[in-house]
């Protein structure tokens, strides 16, 4: 379609057909001030701060919402737009608690800017004196209706984003309330605390408590990095003050998630209270003792050296990065030929076809079949796209030996025997998009081929970076009892690999590589310190085979070493030349 | 030319304002080429002379019958006035008592506190009486300038001074000199 022409501020600005003013505007660079808005939710055009004032328009118009047409001259401040934009502020200043020297958000509150930016120097209104009651009842963020605008950022992002509709307005008026449910504390509400309600809030009204009243807005730096506890791999900003991580937020232009996080990853990866490994251990006369990297190094090295590869044993969290998992494979596989390997979360299942789907094309599919495949519980974003397509009119269908969170949304739900159906009504779809998880069976992949190349497929694996683990043959079956010297990347899994200390032979040579103490690296001879996700960089393969890159907010704890830099210094000492495992992975530029 | 004649006072404040107003430093001293201050809560004379004085600066919040009676005798007496800090522009944070009501906030203070034995709510006809609700100076008197801050920064006072004694009034408060907290 052709473009068209509109003036604003007598500038020539050219847009699409259907584009609304603020777009066309934004475009052109022209600002114009918005509250409501947001550029991840619909446009509400419920404030009126963005009015503008458009030729033939007897009244001013909302930007956000106001198509530009042809040949349209708008205003964006002239007088009559600026006393109207005043006078919308200082009725939004007039109800509620806007001191802003008490506000946690002062400095990066979106209505005080507006304030600022339109002189509002004293109000106009009588002091409003009415006091409600914060809602502190959700374990990660908290809800203060005293700062509350109600602008309904916070409703559409549960509702149009996350697909989950716990906020909403009740009341009418002046007498509007934002409230969760049929008006329940939060706490006892539908919400999951994924806290993107929190991110979208132009005001204190939502705040996360982990970091409020920590720092000023204007003083805290951020690093864009991804979430590595689930293989999603989602972006986000580790938002950081004087060296401290204060919360994680939304990165809006992550690839993967468009800036959506849940609960795991927005607040519970940075509530991890387990006690750090700071320096390499070495175990004397059944005691850990305190040693050097270079001893506990020659000792690691010595000890795989002198082993023969029937009985050497390398097990690995799935939570390492691209270069240390390749480095695993260069020393454990290529250079010791180790007969055990694993890993402690499923592998990937084996499909007779490539999958070639990504996240992204969830919420642009007609027909959506989840098999065998729990995300609500194991990858929360991508139930979050799902819930959110089901709402635009997207058909969902389920094969699954029990419930998931998700049936409730599903038309139909098959037993896995029934299989066969749901294909059926996969060809039938124009857009369809198949989810499999890792428990899906041989049967049931060779069944899915017929909906190949139509379907777009995405196989969510358990695990975080297992897709690159499983391409370096890292994920076999491993039985720890039949080692004699083994080697295991812990990493910060959260207790998953715990149970298999009891199962490791009483006198097998453990060496450990992990964040945090646990039963596993008391039970190691050799405990390498190893930096958590917050303190190293590198590449991850996410489940739909993206390449993504982390980052490191922090410096490595106490002696800790990234994953890679530790396995990096053993390859050196076995003789390998680290730089050529590198050769063995995916390119990482994402 | 005969120099300018600025009066402060304060009402519910805390004295940071002026304290913020001294903290202008040697620039004080370029003021006084210009201005002369005739009474100020921090100099010997208090009150605003009869005969008036250019400028007005009012400090703090609307919080009693006394403040009232302050602000209309400052209004009074001068040309222009300035309301100074959030606390005079807005209520700031003596306006947090708005919240829990007047009442219930002098039986906190002056009963319930955890160390108060035998306490008494002051009561006294020298006494200015608490109001139902804190607010700013404007709701009281015509104010012609306003500049808010908690505190504003000497550069703020500098700035509007510097504006009022060049005759640019109304005082349009730039970005810089601009805040709410």
């Not at chain 1, 203060?144 to 984003?161: I, K, Q």
């Not at chain 1, 990297?293 to 799935?318: F, M």
Request: with cysteine.
């Amino acid at each position: 379609m052709s473009s068209i022409t509109l003036t604003i501020n007598g500038q020539k600005v050219s847009a699409q057909p259907g584009q609304t003013v603020l777009k066309a505007a934004q475009a052109a660079g022209i600002d114009i001030p918005t509250l409501c808005h947001h550029p991840a939710l619909t446009a509400s055009g419920g404030c009126r701060v963005c009015l503008v004032e458009v030729s033939g328009q007897r009244a001013l118009q909302p930007a956000c919402t106001f198509p530009a047409t042809d040949r349209m001259e708008i205003q964006t401040e002239s007088p009559k737009v600026v006393r109207a934009r005043k006078f919308v502020l200082e009725l939004l200043f007039s109800e509620r608690n806007h001191f802003c020297m008490a506000c946690e958000m002062s400095g990066g509150c979106e209505l005080q800017t507006l304030g600022y930016r339109y002189g509002l120097d004293h109000w106009v209104y009588p002091t409003y004196t009415q006091r409600f009651a914060v809602d502190a009842s959700p374990p990660h963020h908290l809800m203060d209706h005293n700062r509350c605008v109600l602008c309904r950022r916070c409703v559409r992002a549960c509702a149009e984003l996350v697909g989950n509709h716990t906020l909403d307005l009740r009341q009418r008026g002046a007498h509007s309330m934002l409230c969760a449910d049929m008006d329940v504390p939060l706490g006892e509400s539908t919400c999951i605390s994924c806290g993107t309600c929190v991110n979208v809030c132009p005001t204190g009204a939502l705040v996360d408590k982990r970091s409020a009243f920590m720092a000023r807005p204007k003083d805290v730096a951020r690093v864009a990095t991804i979430c590595t506890q689930c293989s999603l791999g989602c972006g986000l900003n580790v938002v950081m003050h004087r060296g401290q991580v204060l919360r994680l937020e939304s990165r809006w232009e992550a690839p993967v998630n468009g800036g959506l996080l849940c609960r795991r990853g927005r607040f519970e990866a940075l509530q991890d209270s387990r006690p750090r490994l700071l320096e390499p251990l070495i175990k004397e006369n059944g005691r850990s003792a305190p040693t050097s990297w270079n001893w506990a190094l020659a000792e690691v090295a010595r000890h795989l050296h002198h082993e023969s590869p029937q009985q050497l044993g390398l097990l690995t969290s799935t939570r390492l990065t691209n270069e240390a998992l390749a480095l695993l494979h260069a020393i454990f596989v290529r250079q010791l030929r180790a007969a055990h390997r694993g890993t402690c979360d499923a592998a990937p299942p084996a499909l007779p076809f490539t999958p070639c789907g990504k996240l992204t094309d969830i919420v642009a599919s007609d027909f959506i079949l989840i098999v065998e495949a729990d995300p609500a519980r194991d990858q929360p974003v991508a139930s979050f796209f799902i819930k959110r397509a089901v709402d635009q009119g997207t058909r969902l269908v389920t094969v699954e030996s029990r419930s998931t969170e998700l049936t409730a949304f599903a038309e139909a739900s098959f037993p896995p025997r029934d299989i066969a159906i749901a294909v059926d009504l996969v060809q039938a779809a124009a857009k369809p998009v198949v989810v499999c998880g890792a428990g899906l069976r041989k049967s049931e992949a060779d069944l899915l081929q017929k909906t190949q190349p139509k379907a777009r497929f995405i196989s969510l694996v358990s695990g975080v970076n297992t897709v690159t683990a499983a391409a370096l043959g890292l994920v076999d079956r491993i039985d720890p009892a039949a080692c004699r010297t083994l080697f295991i990347a812990v990493a910060d899994e959260n207790g998953t690999l715990d149970p298999l200390a009891a199962r490791i032979d009483r006198s097998a040579f453990v060496i450990a590589m992990a964040s945090y103490a646990s039963p596993l690296t008391e039970r190691a001879d050799l405990v390498l310190p190893m930096a958590t996700w917050l303190e190293r960089s590198g590449g991850f393969t996410n489940t739909d085979g993206t390449q993504l890159r982390a980052h490191a907010a922090l410096p490595p704890s106490g002696q800790s070493r990234s994953d890679w830099d530790i396995l990096g210094r053993l390859a050196e000492r076995l003789g390998l030349d680290a730089r050529a495992a590198k050769a063995d992975l995916p390119r990482c530029d994402a | 030319m005969s120099k300018v004649l600025i009066a402060t006072d304060w009402l519910a404040a805390c004295a940071g304002c002026h304290m913020s107003l001294l903290d202008m430093d040697e620039r004080i001293l370029e003021l006084l080429n210009h201005v002369v201050f005739t009474s100020s809560p921090v100099t010997d004379l208090k009150h605003p002379p009869e005969s008036g004085v250019a400028v007005g600066v009012l400090t703090g919040a609307i919080s009693n019958t006394h403040n009232i009676e302050v602000a209309r005798r400052m209004r009074e007496r001068c040309t222009y006035l300035v309301a100074v800090g959030d606390c005079a522009t807005f209520g700031g944070i003596v306006a947090a008592r708005n919240l829990v009501g007047t009442q219930a906030a002098l039986k906190r203070a002056y009963l319930e506190t955890e160390s108060t034995v035998d306490g008494l709510i002051p009561d006294s006809a020298e006494l200015g009486r608490p109001l139902e609700t804190v607010t700013g100076v404007g709701e009281v008197v015509k104010v012609d300038i306003f500049l808010p801050g908690c505190p504003p920064r000497p550069d703020d006072f500098f700035y509007v001074f510097s504006e009022v004694l060049a005759g640019r009034i109304p005082v349009v408060l730039p970005q810089e000199h601009f805040r709410y907290d």
